[in-house]
C-alpha cells in the first residue's frame, strides 16, 4: 500500500521535461540508428518506433533499461544523465540482429 | 535454438526459483498445493491478457505505463513475501512443532494461502508476459527455423523448471530448524530484490530520481548474462549496474521485513540456526 500511496505522490513530477529527445526506430529486427551520440550529464529521452509488426524489447544491461515495445506500438524510455562513455544496447528478442550503442559525451 | 533455450531459460528462471522458494516454504500449511496451482494458472491466464494488453497498457501515463505497471505488480508481490515472512515468523515455531497433525488448527492459515496465490500468480504474470510474447514474435514470423526456435523455447522452459524444482528438492532436504531459516531468508532477499527492481522500473520512468547513476559497475566481474549472474540476479537480486535508490529500496525493505519478523517475535536469529533436531 505504502508504495501505491508513493506512486500517487510522486505521480505530478510524471514527464517533467528531458533535456534531449532522441528517436530510435526499430525496422526488420535492427535499431536505426545504431548508433546514438547524446550530451554527457543530462536526461535523455529515448522514443522508441518499432516499425516491425513483431514485439521487441530494449536491453541494456550498461544504462539497467529493460522494456518491451509491441509490433507497430512506440514508447518512451529515460536515461540519463549520464557519464561520459559508450552504452550498448539490444533487442533481447532478436539478440542476433538488434544491437545499437549510446555514446554520451 | 540455443539463443532462443537461453532467452526463455531467463524468463521463466526467476518466477521459477519464486515457486520453488514458495512451495518449500509453505509445504506444512493445508491445501497450500492447490493455492499454488491455482497461482501457477491465473497468472498464465493473465500473462496472456498482460501480453496482448502491451500496447495500450504501454501507451497509459504518457509512456511510462509499462514501468508503472511493472512496478505496482512488484510493489505488491513485495507486501505478500513480507506478509507471508513475517506470519510464518509467528506460526513457523508452531508448523514446525506439530508438523503432519496441525490440520486447521492455524486460523488464518487461509490469507497466508491467498497472499501465496498472489505471489505466484505475479511472478509468472510478469516474466510469463514477456514470454508469451517473445513466442509470439517467432510464431508469427515466417523464419524457416520456427519449429527449432520453438524447441529451442521448449529447452529453456524446461531448463527453468528444473532449476526451480532443484532449490525445491534441495530446501525439503535441510534439517527443519535450518530449512525455517534459510526458506526465511530467501524470501527477504526476493523481497528486496523486487524492491529494487520497482525502483529501477520507476527511475526508467522518470519519476524516481536514480540517486546517483550507477553506484558500481560489476559487470567485468560477474556480468548479469553468465550463468552465476542470472541465478543471483534472480534470486538475491544481483546487479552490475544498481542505481543509488535500488539500493535504498533493497536495503529499506531488508530491514523493515527483517524487523517485524523479529518484532512479531519467536523467530530464531536467521542463519544461527541450532541444528535441528529432527
Keep these: ?105 | 535454438m540455443f539463443a532462443t533455450a537461453i532467452i526463455i531459460f531467463r524468463e521463466v528462471l526467476e518466477a521459477s526459483l519464486i515457486i520453488g522458494i514458495l512451495a518449500a516454504a509453505t509445504r506444512e500449511i493445508p491445501g497450500s498445493r492447490r493455492w499454488l496451482l491455482a497461482g501457477i494458472l491465473a497468472g498464465l491466464a493473465g500473462a496472456g491478457m498482460v501480453a496482448a494488453s502491451t500496447d495500450a497498457i504501454g501507451a497509459l501515463a504518457d509512456g511510462i505505463g509499462q514501468e508503472l505497471f511493472n512496478a505496482i505488480v512488484l510493489g505488491v508481490a513485495v507486501l505478500m513475501l513480507a506478509w507471508h515472512n513475517i506470519w510464518m515468523s509467528s506460526h513457523g515455531a508452531q508448523l514446525a512443532a506439530h508438523a503432519k497433525t496441525l490440520g486447521s488448527e492455524i486460523s488464518d492459515g487461509r490469507s497466508e494461502c491467498s497472499a501465496l496465490l498472489l505471489i505466484v500468480g505475479i511472478a509468472v504474470l510478469r516474466e510469463g508476459s514477456e514470454t508469451v510474447l517473445f513466442l509470439y514474435g517467432i510464431a508469427a514470423s515466417d523464419e524457416g527455423s520456427r519449429s527449432a526456435m520453438l524447441l529451442g523455447g521448449l529447452i529453456g522452459l524446461l531448463g527453468g523448471v528444473a532449476v526451480g524444482y532443484t532449490i525445491y528438492a534441495g530446501l525439503l532436504r535441510l534439517p527443519l530448524r535450518l530449512f525455517f531459516a534459510a526458506t526465511g531468508v530467501l524470501v527477504l532477499l526476493l523481497a528486496a530484490s523486487m524492491a529494487s527492481q520497482a525502483a529501477r522500473f520507476l527511475i526508467q520512468a522518470d519519476l524516481l530520481p536514480s540517486l546517483g547513476g550507477p553506484v558500481w559497475d560489476s559487470s567485468g566481474i560477474l556480468s548479469e548474462q553468465s550463468a552465476m549472474g542470472m541465478l543471483l540476479h534472480s534470486l538475491v537480486g544481483y546487479d552490475s549496474h544498481p542505481a543509488g535508490m535500488q539500493l535504498v529500496f533493497y536495503i529499506g525493505v531488508l530491514v523493515a521485513i527483517a524487523v517485524a519478523m523479529r518484532w512479531v517475535g519467536r523467530v530464531r536469529p536467521a542463519g544461527i540456526a541450532p541444528k535441528a533436531a529432527v
Design chain 1, 1 to 105: 500500500m505504502k508504495y501505491i500511496l508513493l506512486f500517487a505522490l510522486l505521480l505530478p513530477l510524471a514527464g517533467h521535461a528531458a533535456d534531449t529527445d532522441v528517436t530510435l526506430q526499430i525496422k526488420d529486427h535492427r535499431f536505426q540508428p545504431a548508433e546514438i551520440v547524446v550530451p554527457a550529464g543530462k536526461k535523455i529521452r529515448i522514443l522508441v518506433e518499432n516499425l516491425d509488426t513483431t514485439p521487441e524489447e530494449f536491453e541494456s544491461h550498461d544504462l539497467n533499461r529493460e522494456k518491451v515495445i509491441a509490433g507497430h506500438g512506440s514508447t518512451t524510455i529515460y536515461i540519463g544523465p549520464l557519464p561520459a562513455g559508450r552504452y550498448t544496447f539490444m533487442g533481447e528478442f532478436h539478440p542476433d540482429s538488434a544491437h545499437g550503442v549510446i555514446t554520451a559525451q
